[in-house]
């Protein structure tokens, strides 16, 4: 397990951006498979969008494909997941996880058993 810090949640209005953004402490994510998920008040946690080690492979739950993008940046380490027209149902505790990858880099996954590092999760609130 490795320590992952998020940064980026907030309150904003519906329709508006935010950005959020993980950063692992110890080692390149170019070896690790990384996923966004959220988790709302009485729900389980669920995938939002998922990245492959090669980068190459992504996912996205079916309520925000053509509004998040999720992308890395090997050479700062980080994570992000960009979040256009945001709405009230996206509003939720927001975390970010890794996974060391399969040999061919490619894989996705999609559980959250599939993660052994999580991050300590950051608020996003949106209003109506």
């Known amino acids: 397990q490795v320590h992952l810090v998020e940064s980026g949640g907030g309150l904003v209005q519906a329709g508006n951006s935010l950005r959020l953004s993980c950063a692992p402490s110890?080692?390149?994510?170019?070896?690790?498979?990384m996923g966004w998920f959220r988790q709302g008040p009485g729900d389980e946690k669920k995938s939002v969008a998922l990245i492959s080690w090669s980068g190459g492979t992504t996912y996205y739950v079916d309520s925000v494909k053509d509004r998040f993008t999720i992308s890395k940046d090997d050479a700062s380490n980080t994570v992000h997941l960009q979040m256009n027209s945001l709405k009230p149902e996206d509003t939720a505790v927001y975390y970010c996880?890794?996974?060391?990858?399969?040999?061919?880099?490619?894989?996705?996954?999609?559980?959250?058993?599939?993660?052994?590092?999580w991050g300590q999760g950051t608020q996003v609130t949106v209003s109506s």
């Open positions: 110890e080692w390149a994510i170019g070896l690790y498979a």
């Open positions: 996880a890794a996974r060391v990858a399969n040999p061919s880099g490619t894989r996705i996954y999609f559980d959250p058993s599939d993660y052994d590092s």
